[in-house]
């Protein structure tokens, strides 16, 4: 439900409607979670798995659920969790987002 959540309002932040959203574009989503800057940048790192310094709709579902993990008090992983990786089947919940594993 989450990653439905976040991967639904992807669409309203690519306005140029290419299947990516830049930093720019996503700074004001990501600052309102109160996270320090070092924190946000880590999140984008660990989100931005093909490493291009933009995010598609499945990289900017995993920051959101990095972000709200965060928030909710958990630590931030060293390396994106492998229940992260693959975009879940439709309706279904990730769990472990915030395991501690390496990939």
């Not at 932040?13 to 109160?34: H, K, N, T």
Request: hydrophobic share 45%; net charge neutral.
């Amino acid at each position: 439900q989450a990653y439905a959540r976040h991967a639904g309002g992807f669409a309203g932040l690519d306005v140029d409607g290419d299947g990516y959203i830049s930093g720019r574009e996503a700074r004001p989503v990501l600052a309102r979670s109160g996270l320090p800057n070092a924190e946000l940048r880590k999140i984008w790192e660990l989100a931005d798995m093909t490493a291009d310094g933009r995010l598609d709709k499945h990289e900017f579902a995993i920051a959101m659920i990095l972000v709200a993990a965060r928030v909710q008090g958990a630590p931030l992983p060293d390396a994106l969790p492998p229940s992260l990786r693959v975009p879940p089947p439709a309706g279904t919940l990730v769990a472990g987002a915030c395991d501690r594993s390496a990939p």
